[in-house]
C-alpha cells in the first residue's frame, strides 16, 4: 500500500502551538474574556489548538476598528488601482503559503488534503485574482433626463456606486477558507471594511488569512475576526449599529433570524442557506459515468457541500439498474 501521509510543515506546527486571539486593528489581542474554544482534529478527535471564545463586548471592538478604518479613508478612498494592486499582493502571498494553509484546513475541518490543495486554496486564489480585478471595474451609469423645462435645456443624471462601511461576514465550518474569502475580497475590492466571525470549529485558516492581508498592504482596522460562538458574536454581529451589510453562509433557521434582526435597521443582507439539490437521470445516459458522478455530487467533502445531490430521479427503466451500480 502507498504511503500517502503527509509531513506537517515547521510552520503549520508552530501556527498550531500559538495562543490565538482575536485580530483587531491590524493586531492580535486577547478576548476580554477568558473563556477558549477547543479545535479538535476531526480524523482523530485530538485537540490541536484552542481559539479565544469572543464576548460581545469584544464584537463591538471589532466593528469599531473597522467603522474608524472605513471613515478615515486609509481604504475606503483609496485609489481603486492602489487597492488593486495590495489585493494582487494578497493573492501571491496566499500563493506562497498555499501547503501551509491547505493543511491547516484539512487538520482543522477533516477534509482531505487533496480537496484542501485544490478547492480550498486553488479556488481561493482564482476568486482572489478575478475579485482583485474588480476593483478598478466599479462603474456607476450616465443617463440623459427628459425634463422639458425650460426650453432646451438638457439634463444629465448618473449613478455612482459608493462603499457602504462595515460588512459583516458569518463563515460555515464546511469550506471555511474558501467561503470566508468570497465574503472578504468582494468587500475589500469595493473600499469596505470587514468583520469576519468563522465557524467555532474551523478558525485557523481565516486567522492566518488575517495575517497575510496585513503582510500585503490591508491597512489595521480594514480586515477583523472575531472567534467564538453564533450565539453570541453571530448574533452582537447582525445586530450592531455601525454595520451597513451582513454576509451569511449557514442554515435556513438562522439565515431567517439574522433576516429579521437585519429587517430593523434596514440592514443590507446576503443569505447563502442550505437547500436541496436535485440530480435527473435519463434513461439514455451512461450509467457508469453518472454513478461516478452522483458519488461525487453527493459525497465529497463527507457530503456537506451546499450544493450535494441530495435528491436523485432516476427514469423508470434504468432505475434498478442505477440503484444496484452503488
Known sequence: ???????????????????????????????????????????????????????????????????????????SQRLPAERERILLRYADLVEQHAEELAQLETLEQG???????????????????????????????????????????????????????????????????????????????????IVIKPSETTPLTLLRMAELASEAGVPDGVFNIVTGKGSVCGKALTEHPLVAKVSFTGSTPVGKGIARAAADRLTRVTLELGGKNPAIVLKDADQQQVIEGLMAGSFLNQGQVCAASSRIYIEAPIFDNLVAGF
Open 111 to 193: 477534509k482531505s488534503i487533496n480537496i484542501s490543495r485544490a478547492f480550498e486554496v486553488g479556488c481561493t486564489l482564482n476568486w482572489m485574482r478575478y475579485t482583485a480585478g474588480l476593483t478598478t471595474k466599479i462603474t456607476g451609469q450616465t443617463m440623459d433626463v427628459s425634463i422639458p423645462m425650460p426650453a432646451g435645456a438638457k439634463y444629465m443624471a448618473y449613478t455612482r456606486k459608493e462603499p457602504i462601511g462595515v460588512v459583516a461576514g458569518i463563515v460555515p465550518w464546511n469550506f471555511p477558507l474558501m467561503i470566508g474569502i468570497w465574503k472578504v475580497m468582494p468587500a475589500l475590492a469595493a473600499g469596505c471594511s
Open 1 to 75: 500500500m502507498p504511503d500517502n501521509t503527509v509531513a506537517i510543515l515547521d510552520s503549520v506546527t508552530r501556527f498550531l502551538d500559538r495562543q490565538h486571539g482575536l485580530y483587531i486593528d491590524g493586531k492580535w489581542c486577547d478576548s476580554l474574556s477568558d473563556a477558549r474554544l477547543a479545535i479538535y482534529n476531526p480524523a482523530n478527535g485530538e485537540q490541536i489548538a484552542s481559539s479565544a471564545d469572543a464576548n460581545t463586548e469584544d464584537v463591538s471592538r471589532a466593528v469599531t476598528s473597522a467603522h474608524q478604518a472605513f471613515c478615515a479613508g486609509v481604504w
